[in-house]
């Protein structure tokens, strides 16, 4: 049997709930941004939520309970997958406009994990923009949300945090030991030492 | 040969003065060290929150180390500038932590100084911003040299770094 050089890292979650203060009326949109060197064997890359209403009480929560499940499969770390998350809503003139973006990796361990995901939305340059953006709800969006997954080209842009995304992972691995990758603390803390380390291979007379 | 991916993102930043905020960020190691993938620096968005007490920059760093000894283990170091609404850029503190060492994910929270200057400097500061920055920005990270710095605190980076380590235990590593 060939001995694999690919590990999988299968993550379950869902995309909770949101707090944004001044808006209400949000649906979303998930999509994975991964590198080369990965490739999704299940699930789906992207999603698109119901649109929730924020809750009454003091809370003022808006929740989606929205379920993520995708199995990766990879040869290499880099390019670990992350999540981003697009938010969408209504303005005062009934138009779908975006309320915000939100990007997180996948955790590297295993375990369950929650996460908060600010929310933000690029910002319009000059005070005319941004009023004509409101007035014709044409807010300022990026092409492809992946943009916000890298980190180049982002030193130009202004946005504005307007609100947060908490979203929770379940994250199970296999395989990355034994291509001797190490995510936890205690995989590293027993070392296997090779037999003939600190030996002299040579003979001595 | 030993290898360490360091995959997380700069969170925030919180306690400066005005949140208005950018962070550039760049990481060294030693001589040992070499970047197999990944960008070694880079300057995030700019963060206008509504709340007005953290600024969230949201920026992937991902980048993979190959390593023949533990000596230089790589440092973050951090630059965070101020742009007011006129698009005026002014420093807010310089700041360094070193790499975890151990795997897995860690919530780092840098903390973040900056040069201050003689009275007059801080007056004319107070009034105008600006202020004194350094030459070379080595310094930040490096020990040589720091006695001859007055520094003031400023705010905390937060960072959440997740560090995966490969073939450590092979060379009898313990981390």
Redesign the interface.
Known sequence: MASSSVFLVMVSGQIESAEF??FDDIYLRYNLSY?QDWLVTSGLEEGISQIAKKSQDDRQQMIWNFPIDVTFKST?????P?LIVHCYGADVFGQEVNRGY????I???PGK?KLR??M?VP?SSSLLQKFTSWFLSRRPEYVDPRV?????G??V??????GFVTVMFNVVMKDMKK???????S????????EN?GVNTETVM | MAEVHIIGQIYGATGFPDHSLFCKWGIHAGGAWKVLAGDREGQSQVDNPVNQEAAFFGHPIDIHFATKGLQGWPKLHFQIWHQDSFGRNELYGYGFCHVPTSPGMHNIECQTWKPSGTYREQITQSFLGGGPQLKNPDLIYSSALRCKLVTTAMGTIHLKIGVILRNFDKFGIEC
């Open positions: 203060p001044e590198g290499n770390p880099h390019g670990w992350q939100g990007v997180c990796h955790p590297i361990t994990h995901l600010p933000f910002e916000i997954a890298q980190g180049e982002r030193e842009t202004r946005v504005r945090t307007q291509l001797g990758y190490d995510v936890l603390p995989d590293v803390s027993h070392v296997n030492m090779p380390v």
